[in-house]
């Protein structure tokens, strides 16, 4: 996992790779945190492209980062899930919660 | 009904183990020619399942999971995931939506409507102190594609 944080933007980004299960999230979760709480971002940009399975616990995951930005008046983007996983994000309803964008962002790639 | 093929197998109730159970799943449905998505379903299936008894059955003690993949004719996959954990007092309850007996812990309470909907049956059989006995069929080539 990789996590970068665009002052000008104030667009926290973080690009999640692999599984993201029970057993996995519980450091995602603690990691991601630790950069919400240091950089307060406007924006939270969770990048999907190198993630290969979500369960639910991924859902809970974006839940849980909901509720922390809520407060701060910022926004959560879920880009480019892979198909099986905008399932898993469709079926829960995540899109009422975040804007789900599937278009490569040039930022992430520089 | 006839078993066509059946894998059995139990583990510690590790979540390190949630990537074990996938994988089995994954391996046990190759020779039956899944579509991707079909594939995904049930890993996802699996990884809920195991997981809810990690975490609700056993509380994240120490325990003992138990998998059986059977495969059923006309392509039915069988999957039943067994815990000898605490049980569910109130199964409907357990069943709906959101409804999470450990939202400390940012569980979403999907666990049993991602499982119903990515399969053709489920059954719980659960008694408070002794365990939980998941059973579910999948129908390869039945279409969920437009449930979610």
Known sequence: ?110 | MKILNEFRCSFPADSANEALARAAVSAFLIPADPTAQELADLRTVISEAVTNAIVHGYRETPGEVGIVLRMLPERTIYIRVADKGCGISDIPKAMEPLYTSAPEEDRAGLGFAIMQTFTDTLHVRSAPGKGTVLTMRRRLGNDHAEEA
């Open chain 1, 1 to 110: 996992m990789q996590i970068h944080y665009n002052t000008e933007t104030a667009r926290l980004t973080v690009q999640l790779d692999g599984e993201i299960d029970h057993h996995s999230s519980n450091a995602l979760r603690a990691e991601v945190d630790a950069a919400i709480y240091a950089h307060l971002p406007q924006e939270l940009v969770l990048d999907f492209r190198n993630v290969s399975f979500m369960d639910s616990s991924g859902i809970g995951l974006i839940m849980g980062r909901y509720k922390i930005m809520q407060p701060l008046g910022g926004q959560i983007i879920l880009r480019d899930p892979a198909p099986h996983i905008s399932r898993v994000l469709r079926l829960a309803g995540m899109e009422r919660l975040a804007a789900i964008r599937n278009e490569p962002v040039k930022e992430a790639v520089k």
